[in-house]
């Protein structure tokens, strides 16, 4: 299993700024991703964080709107760069820590992101 | 990642069964079956996976057809607490591409 620790857990935040999100794994683990869920809807994959080299980005996310760093095993960040209101959503961290692909997936909480 | 059909709702007794269909019928054979629920803001939460047999845990069963073209997730005595969005999801890269999910409703 993985405990996942997910920082800020919410935030408000002004149009034009930006939010680093920090997720915080109590364990090693190879396969880290970030999630958004926008309101009312469901989980849309963003990127895998890739340690030791640059995110792999899904269609329609981009790194210069979407930094994402990842320095070691067990920690990541994902930064929303000039925020607009449509980037009010909930941002998730989440980790497979075996070494298999056949391991289930640990969710942060979430960050509850609001863009005024 | 092979694509999911759920049903959007469904209703529940206390103390029934709650049986959650689930349609993959183009899973590839080195591809997994897994299901997750979502409580009302909260972080996805693992429920089950298999990948051609059925499977049972704690909290539930996964029943997947022969073909593995789909399967059911089985709550076997559904409490208020399994209220939540289930999501069905096939796999095989680590990655979980979410799909509509089935919202339980499970009523006294």
């Known amino acids: 299993s993985a405990v996942i620790s997910q920082k800020p857990s919410r935030d408000i935040c002004q149009r034009g700024t930006s939010l680093t999100i920090q997720c915080q794994v109590d364990s090693q683990v190879t396969m880290m991703f970030w999630y958004r869920q926008q309101p009312g809807q469901s989980l849309t994959l963003i990127a895998t964080a890739n340690q030791g080299s640059e995110a792999t980005y899904e269609s329609g996310f981009v790194i210069d709107k979407f930094p994402i760093s990842r320095p070691n095993l067990t920690f990541s960040t994902l930064t929303v760069s000039n925020m607009s209101p449509e980037d009010s959503s909930i941002y998730l961290c989440?980790?497979?820590?075996?070494?298999?692909?056949?391991?289930?997936?640990?969710f942060g909480q979430g960050t509850r992101l609001t863009v005024v | 990642d092979a694509k999911t059909t759920q049903p959007p709702s469904m209703d529940c007794a206390e103390g029934r069964a709650a049986n959650l269909p689930c349609n993959h019928s183009?899973?590839?054979?080195?591809?997994?079956v897994y299901w997750y629920r979502q409580i009302h803001s909260q972080g996805p939460q693992y429920i089950i996976h298999?990948?051609?047999n059925n499977e049972t845990n704690e909290m539930a069963s996964l029943i997947i057809t022969e073909d593995r073209k789909s399967s059911t997730l089985i709550l076997p005595h559904a409490t208020l607490r399994d209220t939540a969005v289930y999501y069905c999801i096939v796999t095989d890269a680590g990655k979980s591409t979410f799909g509509d999910g089935t919202t339980l409703t499970v009523k006294p």
């Open positions: 183009t899973i590839s054979g080195n591809e997994y």
């Open positions: 989440s980790v497979q820590p075996g070494w298999a692909m056949n391991t289930e997936a640990f």
């Open positions: 298999g990948l051609k």
